[in-house]
Every structure is written in C-alpha cells, then in structure tokens.
C-alpha cells in the first residue's frame, strides 16, 4: 500500500539520513549480501569494510519501483547506478573497491578484526579535530572547491590553537 511505503520511505530516508550525518565516522561492515536497503545504508556510512563473500545489489526496479538511488550516487558513479538499477544485477565487493565506494576487502574472519583496528586508529586521532573534519566534511559541496577550501581554512584557523593541537605537535 502507498501509505506503508511512504512510512517505509520515511524511515529508510531518516536512518541513512543519520549515517550521513553523524558526527563522528561511521564504519560500514558488510558480510554477506546488501540488498536494497543494505546497499543504501553500507554506501552512506563515511568507510566501508566487505568480506570477499560481500555482495551488493539494487533489485527495486524488478518489484516495480525506483528506490535508495540518491543515497548510492554518492558513493557511486552514474554508469554504475544506472546499471546496478537498470538490471537488478549484483556487484562484489572487489567491484566497488574498485570505484572508492568499499575501502577494503578482507577474508570473513577477518572482517571485525579490520573493521575494529580502523576504528581503533581513527579513535587514537584527536577527537576535536575528527569531529571538527566530519562537520566540515557535511558541509561541504564536492564541486565548490574554492568556498570548501575557504571552510576549511576556517575550521583549521579554530583549531590551531586548541590544546589538542598543542598536544599533537608534542
């Protein structure tokens, strides 16, 4: 029913929403298959981590509707939405290593391993300056590089004198 989809839609538009937005980096772990949702979900997060088993799939053209797409054209090149959607074909996750959208691919055992030493590494960063980078990050327009590099110039002049700054150059 329309009701129930448009509730659905809300939802679905309201988690990767949530991903997007996050203050702090979200690390996607993709074991088995992403179907539909699963796609739009793993791409939104800021790093993506698949196992060699990872499978990702955009069937909702074959079920007769349009869905999940503007989430994935971040991730994705245009040729490579088209397609996944056009023919509800399955992707690996080797393939979209191969377009940035997935950073690596491991062995399924070794998947939360990777996943928790990459979390672990960018918690050893300083955490004003993460959080200060995902704000900047959000804000910004991939094709407006000068007003993104005028952004950062504002956020780096914040944090210059920080005494996390200070630590790090200790």
Not at 68 to 83: D, H, I, N, W
Not at 94 to 113: F, H, I, Q, R, T
Request: aromatic content about 8%.
């Amino acid at each position: 029913r329309r009701d129930n989809h448009a509730a659905y839609q809300a939802i679905v538009g309201r988690c990767g929403s949530a991903v997007l937005n996050c203050p702090v980096p979200v690390i996607g772990a993709v074991q088995g298959y992403a179907v539909g949702v699963g796609v739009v979900l793993a791409l939104a997060c800021d790093l993506v981590v698949c196992s060699t088993k990872a499978w990702f799939k955009l069937p909702e053209i074959s079920f007769g509707m349009v869905a999940g797409t503007s989430f994935v054209m971040r991730a994705l090149p245009e040729k490579l939405v088209k397609y996944m959607c056009l023919t509800g074909r399955r992707l690996s996750g080797a393939d979209l290593k191969a377009y940035g959208a997935v950073n690596e691919v491991v062995e399924p055992d070794e998947l939360m391993k990777t996943v928790t030493g990459l979390a672990n590494e960018i918690a050893a960063q300083p955490p004003r300056t993460v959080r200060a980078f995902m704000d900047w990050y959000h804000k910004c327009d991939g094709h407006q590089t000068e007003r993104n590099f005028d952004l950062e110039t504002v956020y780096t002049g914040l944090l210059l004198e920080t005494d996390e700054r200070r630590e790090c150059l200790k």
